[in-house]
């Protein structure tokens, strides 16, 4: 596609939700339920799948969030439209423990999970919708506090990170009233946790569309599970 125009029902501009992340589990689901509330829905992912196709919504596929074209190309299709959400959802979990870190993956994870998500809202910045909103999926494996039992280097380190970005783009966007929240989607049944998960892509969506709902300027930049409690940094 080469470019996605502002989408209009009965003489009204829809709102436009962009979703990161797009292919399955938190991503897809989030996709599913803003095109069932009517959202002109953007997917971007990295090879979209048949049942990400199946929804009907707009797709920008083939990036790679570590690379610089693919910001290029999200930023020329996504060229003159306005974004009323973003959703930060695309992750990478992968094991480091102390005995056995690999670095080039740590690199990989900040790179996915920290930088990606700062360098799309800077790039589409001027696109949000003034009062807009911007959701970051982090992970309480980013929490200092939570921190119990160590280990996962950059995967803990990479959503630390993200926390960090969350607040500061929270009090930098505060003039025009955009939302930032930091949303920790819970523990779910997804490929990144091997199918281990303790509720589904249904439940803990629902619950981050709330907080998401919910939003006002002065609960901005602020670390919540999708259960609705308050998070420790």
Not at 5 to 30: H, N, S, Y
Not at 31 to 52: D, N, Q, S, W
Not at 71 to 78: P, Y
Request: with cysteine.
């Amino acid at each position: 596609m080469v470019g996605i125009a502002e989408t209009r029902i009965q003489g009204a501009t829809m709102q436009t939700v962009v979703i990161t992340g797009a292919t399955g589990g938190i991503g897809l689901e989030f996709c599913r339920r803003y095109k069932e509330k009517g959202f002109h829905v953007v997917g971007i992912c990295r090879k979209a799948t048949e049942a990400l196709k199946e929804l009907g919504i707009d797709i920008i596929d083939g990036i790679d969030l570590t690379k610089e074209a693919a910001f290029s190309s999200v930023q020329d299709q996504l060229n003159g439209k306005t974004i009323d959400i973003l959703i930060n959802n695309a992750g990478l979990l992968e094991s480091n423990s102390l005995s056995s870190i690999d670095y080039a993956s740590i690199r990989r994870q900040f790179e996915i999970n920290a930088i990606a998500p700062l360098r799309l809202s800077e790039m589409l910045e001027n696109q949000m919708a003034d009062g807009g909103k911007i959701a970051m999926i982090t992970s309480r494996m980013g929490s200092i506090a939570d921190n119990t039992s160590g280990g996962s280097y950059g995967y803990r380190a990479s959503k630390t990170a993200l926390n960090m970005i969350g607040v500061s783009l929270a009090h930098d966007l505060s003039h025009r009233k955009i939302w930032v929240g930091l949303l920790h989607p819970g523990y779910v049944t997804t490929k990144m946790t091997g199918m281990t998960g303790h509720i589904t892509p249904e439940v803990s969506v629902a619950g981050m569309l709330q907080i998401i709902e919910q939003a006002q300027p002065n609960n901005t930049g602020l670390f919540w599970h999708s259960n609705g409690e308050r998070l420790p940094w």
